[in-house]
């Protein structure tokens, strides 16, 4: 029998190890096949077995969370922090409150935020947390109580130099405000320990639009490579969030024509454009709201069109901005066959493995979340350094920042990611973020030894 490569052993381990972890597994096949050549042409490397190593949590906690909620009633939740990778600064990544949450999902996000936080060029290691927790419907006192006994199990594990959490999907500024105060009351230290906090108390202007805003910087250096600009173009954003919110607003600052917004519950469409008047008023409730969208659509701002998702409107550009796995095969093929040319995400491996190949195969610009959706954890990092020197910088800097970090993030996809087959246009934007933060995060940790 032929001997398997390193690589297909590697795969057999994890496979065989986590055969039930399917997102976890899918990011990792999507990072370990593009950087083959580099790790087969480094002998340390090898020698240094980094790619189980890079693939692999180095710590994986788990706790119950029981907490009484303001009936008095006993709820019990499953709470989780993946602390994957140290090896270039603290563990970093948000928390998810989702019914969805589970070890496979945080496992992804944890691996995927490593190569993420090394494409910033920021010293950030990367974890994620969260639980299986509803915050949906629920009272803003159990969301305060549930906050509370979540931070009561994990403070003991993190710390603003060991490992600093902030938001993701149903972790806002509340969220962190509540974990915050719970923090500070059990360890009485006032530190950078969570990222995303209320200006007042250590956060850090521009962290809430930063993801978004980041993302259209990020679309906007891809435009300008290729010569041309966002003006003009139609957009088509999913999610209804802090991303998708944020992201809608700064396209259409810059010309873009964004038709619309989705959730879990359906589609919002406006084919004039949705206004900044419109974003803004939804930035502003979608907190405290059910259902933003049919708000929307009940003050004219567009249509509310139960249980559709965005991928059949004809655009020009694509901003998956909700969560994982929500754009398939099909909808990459019906984008393709209505002429969409960029794909960017704004969420966390939101197309699917094969949706994926689809726009890699035709050579349309394809920017995976690791690279485009990177300014959210950049200003987390940028937070990190305001609180260690208490000071406050002023938002007007920090957005410069956050442009020149979207900018030399691109800088990095195109060194990695220009074509081997003599097509000297095209840029792969998976293979260039891949192979840059491999390489990033490889040589600090062969630098460290075992
Ligand atoms: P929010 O909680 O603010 O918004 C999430 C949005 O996605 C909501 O509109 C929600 O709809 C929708 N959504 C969630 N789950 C599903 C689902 N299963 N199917 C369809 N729609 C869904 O989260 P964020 O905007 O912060 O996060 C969105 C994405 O961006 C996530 O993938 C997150 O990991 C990623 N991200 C976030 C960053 C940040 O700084 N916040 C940074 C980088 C990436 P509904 O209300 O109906 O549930
Ligand atoms: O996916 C992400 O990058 C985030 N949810 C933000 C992480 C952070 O630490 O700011």
């Known amino acids: 029998m032929a001997q398997k490569s390193n690589f297909e052993e590697i795969f057999s381990f994890l496979h065989g190890k ?5 997102e976890y597994l899918q990011a990792v096949h999507e990072v370990l096949e593009d950087i083959v050549p580099v790790y087969n042409a480094n002998e340390q490397y090898k020698a240094l077995d980094i790619v189980r190593r890079i693939s692999m949590p180095e710590r994986v906690i788990y706790f119950t969370v029981s907490w009484m909620n303001s009936e008095g009633r006993i709820e019990i939740n499953q709470g989780w922090r993946v602390q994957h990778n140290s090896a270039m600064g603290p563990y970093k990544g948000g928390l998810r409150f989702h019914p969805t949450v589970n070890l496979s999902v945080l496992k992804f996000l944890a691996f995927e935020q490593c190569f993420k936080n090394a494409l910033t060029g920021l010293p950030m290691g990367g974890g994620k947390g969260g639980s299986d927790f509803n915050p949906k419907g629920r009272t ?13 199990e994990l403070q ?15 972790v806002g500024a509340r969220e962190i405000g509540y974990l915050y105060g719970e923090y500070r009351r059990l360890n009485n230290k006032f530190e950078g320990v969570l990222t995303g906090k209320g200006l007042e108390f250590g956060g850090s202007y521009v962290r809430t639009e930063a ?7 990020f679309l906007e250096a891809v435009c300008k490579h290729r010569g041309s600009k966002i ?8 999610g209804a969030g802090n991303v998708a919110l944020h992201a809608a607003l700064k396209a ?5 024509k964004v038709i619309s917004l989705s959730n879990s519950r359906g589609l919002l469409l406006n084919e004039d454009g949705l206004t900044d008047t419109a974003l803004k008023w939804a930035i502003d409730n979608h907190a405290n709201r059910n259902n933003i969208l049919a708000d929307m659509a009940d003050e004219d701002m567009g249509k509310w069109l139960p249980d559709k998702k965005p991928w059949h409107l004809k ?5 998956p901005c909700a969560t994982q796995n929500e754009l398939l095969e099909e909808d990459a093929n019906t984008l393709l066959d209505s002429g969409c040319q960029m794909v960017l995400e704004g969420a966390n491996m939101p197309c699917t493995n094969e949706a994926q190949a689809r726009f890699l195969d035709v050579k349309i610009v394809y920017v995976p979340g690791k690279a485009s959706n990177a300014g959210g954890v950049a200003l987390s990092g940028l937070e990190m350094s305001q609180n260690a020197m208490f000071n406050q910088r002023d938002a007007s800097t920090l957005d410069e920042q956050l442009y020149s970090i979207m900018e030399s993030i691109h800088q990095r996809c195109l060194d990695e990611g220009k074509a081997n087959d003599g097509d000297t246009k095209y840029v792969n934007y998976l293979k260039g973020a891949n192979i840059a933060a491999f390489r990033r995060l490889a040589d600090a940790m062969v630098a460290q030894g075992v």
């Open 18 to 22: 986590f055969s039930n972890e399917t």
């Open 211 to 217: 993801t978004g805003f980041g993302l259209i910087y």
């Open 315 to 319: 655009c020009d550009i694509a901003l």
């Open 231 to 238: 003006e003009g173009q139609t957009i088509v954003v999913s």
């Open 252 to 256: 259409v600052e810059k010309g873009g």
């Open 140 to 152: 803003d006192r159990d969301i305060m109580l549930f906050c509370q006994a979540f931070m009561r």
């Open 156 to 170: 003991r594990h993190i710390g603003a130099n060991t490992d600093v959490p902030a938001g993701d999907i149903n």
